[in-house]
């Protein structure tokens, strides 16, 4: 019997362990509840959900004011789920399309929140809402955090919505939106691009900088991802990243072409845009008509006729609703919960933008490419590559503007994953203040960004090199 009530105590010992939380009280009375993973002298480690983003934080002992227990309440971890259906059903017949109105009007991080977009979502895929309409008129860089986690929502909930835009201003984070959307239509003066200015400026704070690797990975999410769905990405990389010249026109024959330049000959007016490098492109009006976007002169009610989409009906308010509700909400969340939740998010987009950019360095290094070299008609007495071969040890001068443009590509993103690099050493800085664990061991980006400054000397001292 003592052998049993021991098994027993056992095991009850086990299953109170794996289903228990915890909470913990800092001292200026913030609670976190959730499962402590780790405990020492020194801090509390607690796997927690902080402003919607589940995280282990770490908190000091000398701040830890009460640790409380009590059972893990069904579902703790799981997003809460989204509302029932706010509508009627019965006002509704089986050939009615239905859809929710989203306005996207002001600043991101301001009157736009991601969570606002996301619980649209969330309420029109779980109500079977199979359409929802964005109302944009916003315009510059406001919050890129909040632009990016609006893309990353809009493309979990694609497969199960079809988006559709109304624009009147979509210039800098709202493109998050437009660019997701399967149909576009234009209101009278429409503009659409990135934010006016230049975003190679040098002068510009380390704060822009950090921001700028961050946009640039989005640029690169957005391009592949329209690449994926058959689409062009160049015109979008010259709002968002405009490395490159662009230029587009309509051809002979009327198809819309692209390319770093135009044809020399070519007529005026088959000329849509022509875009410098550094320089963010805005379409305006006209240029998005002669692009092929059509022009609409009405309300989100009358949508469903442009689109031939029968009995085209509103769900509810709930999208207008879920956004103004979003705003308030979001003046009563601590400071520390959005600080988590934006480094987080921070890391997560610029340790891929700091991947992806050495990836690029290492596609375009120079050293891996094949080259021409010049020849000469010797009489094989050492002449020419000094094997009577007739060939030279140097570059042809094709080959020679071949090494130069591969050396200065290279370069660039050699320079941007630099960048990256610092980005997230201060990232992984802040991390460990706010007692989260930081994505680098200490020490291992300052190795490789001296690796890179190595790199990046050796082919600056090179670009010039006439052959082998």
């Not at 709002?239 to 819309?256: F, Q, S, T, Y």
């Not at 309300?299 to 956004?323: F, H, I, M, Q």
């Amino acid at each position: 019997m003592k052998r049993i009530l021991i098994v027993l105590v056992c095991v009850l010992a086990v299953m109170t362990a794996t289903a228990r939380a915890d909470i913990v009280v800092r001292d200026d009375d913030q609670r976190f509840e959730g499962e402590i993973v780790a405990e020492n002298a020194d801090a509390v480690s607690i796997d927690t959900v902080i402003a919607t983003v589940r995280t282990t934080l770490k908190v000091p002992r000398s701040e830890v004011k009460s640790i409380e227990k009590k059972p893990v309440p069904p579902g703790f971890f799981e997003p809460p789920p989204a509302p029932s259906r706010i509508s009627d059903p019965k006002a509704f017949g089986a050939q009615d399309t239905l859809y929710l109105e989203v306005p996207i009007v002001g600043k991101f991080g301001e009157a736009v929140y991601a969570d606002g977009v996301a619980q649209v979502l969330a309420y029109a895929k779980r109500n079977r809402v199979r359409h929802v309409v964005f109302n944009i008129d916003s315009t510059g860089w406001n919050n890129i955090d909040e632009a990016g986690d609006v893309y990353r929502a809009m493309k979990k909930y694609q497969p199960d919505i079809t988006y559709h835009a109304l624009i009147r201003n979509c210039l800098g984070d709202a493109l998050a939106v437009a660019l997701m959307c399967d149909t576009v239509n234009l209101l009278p003066g429409a503009k659409v691009g990135g934010a006016p200015g230049n975003l190679t400026d040098a002068s510009k704070t380390r704060e822009a900088e950090d921001e700028e690797v961050l946009r640039r990975q989005i640029a690169e999410d957005v391009v592949n991802h329209m690449r994926e769905r058959g689409k062009p990405g160049t015109v979008v990389r010259a709002m968002i990243d405009p490395v490159d010249p662009l230029a587009v026109w309509r051809n002979k024959e009327g198809a819309i072409v692209s390319g770093s330049a135009p044809p020399e000959d070519l007529p005026a007016d088959r000329l849509i845009i022509r875009n410098a490098p550094g320089e963010v492109l805005v379409l305006l009006h006209d240029q998005l008509i002669k692009l092929g976007m059509p022009a609409f002169d009405g309300k989100t009610s009358d949508l469903g006729k442009v689109l031939n989409l029968p009995n085209w009906r509103l769900e509810s308010d709930y999208g207008r609703k879920a956004l103004t509700d979003i705003v308030a909400a979001k003046q009563k969340v601590v400071r520390f919960d959005t600080a988590v939740k934006t480094n987080i998010s921070r890391r997560e987009t610029t340790g891929r933008a700091f991947q992806h950019n050495l990836q690029m360095a290492a596609q375009y290094d120079p050293s891996k490419a094949t080259y021409g070299m010049q020849s000469h008609h010797g009489w094989g007495w050492g002449w020419g590559g000094g094997d009577g071969s007739g060939e030279s040890n140097l570059f042809t001068q094709e080959s020679q503007q071949k090494w130069q443009r591969l050396t200065d590509t290279c370069m660039m993103y050699l320079q941007r994953a630099a960048q990256a690099a610092l980005a997230m050493k201060r990232l992984d800085e802040e991390a460990v203040k706010l007692g989260l664990e930081p994505t680098y061991k200490p020490g291992d980006l300052a190795l490789t960004a001296q690796d890179m400054e190595t790199r990046y000397n050796t082919l600056k001292a090179e670009r010039d090199k006439r052959g082998k």
